[in-house]
C-alpha cells in the first residue's frame, strides 16, 4: 500500500506548491490536507499517515500546538514532521525542533531540497520500522519474542477486563527435547523450532498470536477464547505435532508436546502475571501426569485435563 503524506498550510496556495512538488515523485500514494493544525490533527485520527508537513503560523490552532497534540498520543510518536519556517527566524526553527518536528523547511522552498528533506524523513521510517520489526521478533522461529509476548499481553488483558470478554493463555513445551539435542546436535533441535511454528499458526486464528516463550517453549494467546475452547485449540495442536513427521538428518522425526492452559475469567485469575503463573502450572501437570497431554485447572483447582494416548 502507498504512502499518505499530510500537508498541513493555511495557504491553499502553499499546499498546493507542496504537493505539486513531491507528485513529480512517486513517494506518496495519498495526499491530505488541512488549514489549521487541529484539522489536521483530526486527519490522523482517522487516517494512517506516514509522513507530515507543516505550517508554523495559522489560525487556530498553530504548528507548535500541532506538535504538542500530536506529542500526547503515543501511537503517532513515529510519525516525522517536517515544519514549514519562514526563512531567517532561527527561534522558530529550534522551537519546532525542540517540540519534536524531525527537520524544517525554509519558505519559499526549492522543491530539489523539499523532495531531498522527505526522502531523508520517509528513510528514518523505514529504519524504525525494520527495528521495531527485529525488536519484536524471534530471530530463529520468527514468530514474537518473549518481551513483545507480554506487551500483547497486557493490552489484551485490559481490553477482556474492560469488555469482560475472555483470555486463554497456553504455554506448550516440547517433550524431551534435551534428548533430541543430546542424540541429534543442536541444529535438528532448531530445525524443529522452525518446523513446529506453522502447525502452531494453522492452529490458531487471524487475531491470536503466537510467541516464543523461551528455549522450546512456545506461547500462544487466544483473546475472546474461553477455557474449553482453548482446551479444545490445544488438543488439536497435540494430535497435529504428534502426527507430524518432523524433517530428521536420515529419517523424518516424531515429536509430542504438552500444553498447560488458563483463562482469564474462568480460572481465579486477576493479572497478567497469574495468567501466566496458572498456564505454567497446568504445563507442569502435563509433564508429571505423562507428557503429551493438555492439562488446565478449574476454578476448584480439579485436574481436568485431555490427551496423552501416545
Ligand atoms: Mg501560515
Keep these: 500500500m502507498g504512502l499518505s503524506i499530510l500537508i498541513i498550510d493555511d495557504s491553499k496556495a502553499i499546499r498546493d506548491t507542496v504537493k505539486e512538488y513531491l507528485q513529480k515523485t512517486s513517494l506518496f500514494e495519498n495526499y491530505l490536507e488541512a488549514s489549521n493544525g487541529l484539522e489536521g490533527f483530526k486527519i490522523m485520527l482517522k487516517q494512517n499517515i506516514d509522513l507530515v508537513i507543516c505550517d508554523i503560523v495559522m489560525p487556530g490552532i498553530s504548528g507548535f500546538q500541532f506538535l504538542a497534540l500530536k506529542g500526547s498520543k503515543p501511537e503517532f510518536q513515529e510519525i516525522q514532521v517536517i515544519m514549514l519556517t519562514a526563512e531567517g527566524s532561527v527561534d522558530q526553527k529550534v522551537k519546532g525542533l525542540e517540540q519534536g518536528a524531525s527537520d524544517y523547511v525554509i519558505k519559499p522552498f526549492d522543491p530539489a531540497e523539499l523532495i531531498a528533506r522527505v526522502k531523508v524523513q520517509l528513510k528514518i521510517r523505514s529504519l524504525q ?150 498456564a505454567d502450572d497446568a504445563l507442569y501437570r502435563a509433564k508429571r501426569n505423562g507428557r503429551n497431554r493438555v492439562e488446565s485447572v478449574d476454578p476448584e483447582d480439579r485436574i481436568f485435563g485431555i490427551g496423552g494416548e501416545g
Design 129 to 278: 520500522e525494520s527495528l521495531r520489526e527485529l525488536s519484536i521478533t524471534d530471530g530463529l522461529t520468527k514468530t514474537y519474542n518473549r518481551r513483545y509476548l507480554i506487551e500483547l499481553m497486557k493490552k489484551e488483558f485490559y481490553r477482556a477486563k474492560r469488555n469482560k470478554s475472555s483470555l486463554s493463555f497456553i504455554l506448550l513445551d516440547i517433550d524431551h527435547f534435551k534428548s533430541i539435542n543430546d542424540t541429534y546436535g543442536h541444529q535438528q533441535g532448531d530445525s524443529i523450532l522452525a518446523d513446529l511454528v506453522p502447525i502452531l499458526e494453522k492452529g490458531i486464528r487471524r487475531h491470536e498470536y503466537v510467541a516464543r516463550y523461551g528455549g522450546e517453549e512456545f506461547a500462544l494467546l487466544l483473546p475472546e477464547t474461553d477455557l474449553k475452547g482453548a482446551m479444545i485449540v490445544g488438543e488439536k495442536i497435540r494430535r497435529e505435532v504428534q502426527g507430524f513427521k518432523f524433517t530428521g538428518q536420515n529419517e523424518p522425526l516424531n515429536i509430542t508436546i504438552s500444553l498447560g492452559v488458563a483463562t482469564f475469567h474462568d480460572n481465579n485469575i486477576e493479572t497478567v502475571d497469574h495468567l501466566i503463573k496458572a
